[in-house]
């Protein structure tokens, strides 16, 4: 059963930084993209970063870009978000979740659609003060 468990959440002031993490366990992701996602309340849940198992490639969303980066350990199963210079706007649940790169869905995860992603932690949420 794959599970993706979130961690590293919490209430942080504007200008500071936090960590995600997000442990991934109950299968074999090297064909799989690891992604972040964050919904904040009353939008929709919108692309924040994603990292391929088995190659170098990242992906931003415009938005974060030069703010956050994605890294991940495969020994360790864990993907990290750093989040730095954070605002009150992202203030979020942030979710981990993980699609096959090249399956049916492999389109949508290359627009950054949640519909791509197959499995999803249960979040964690990030609170940014101003």
């Known amino acids: 059963q794959v599970q993706l468990e979130e961690s590293g959440g919490g209430l942080v002031q504007a200008g500071g930084s936090l960590r995600l993490s997000c442990a991934a366990s109950g299968r074999t992701f090297r064909d799989y993209r690891l992604g972040w996602f964050r919904q904040a309340p009353g939008k929709e849940r919108e692309f924040v970063a994603a990292i391929r198992w088995s190659a170098l490639n990242t992906y931003y969303a415009d938005s974060v870009k030069g703010r956050f980066t994605i890294s991940r350990d495969n020994a360790a199963n864990t993907v990290w978000l750093q989040m730095n210079s954070l605002k009150p706007e992202h203030t979020a649940v942030y979710y981990c979740?993980?699609?096959?790169?090249?399956?049916?869905?492999?389109?949508?995860?290359?627009?950054?659609?949640?519909?791509?992603?197959?499995?999803w932690g249960q979040g964690t949420r990030v609170t940014v003060s101003s």
């Open positions: 979740a993980a699609g096959l790169n090249y399956g049916p869905k492999g389109g949508l995860i290359a627009k950054g659609s949640p519909d791509g992603y197959d499995y």
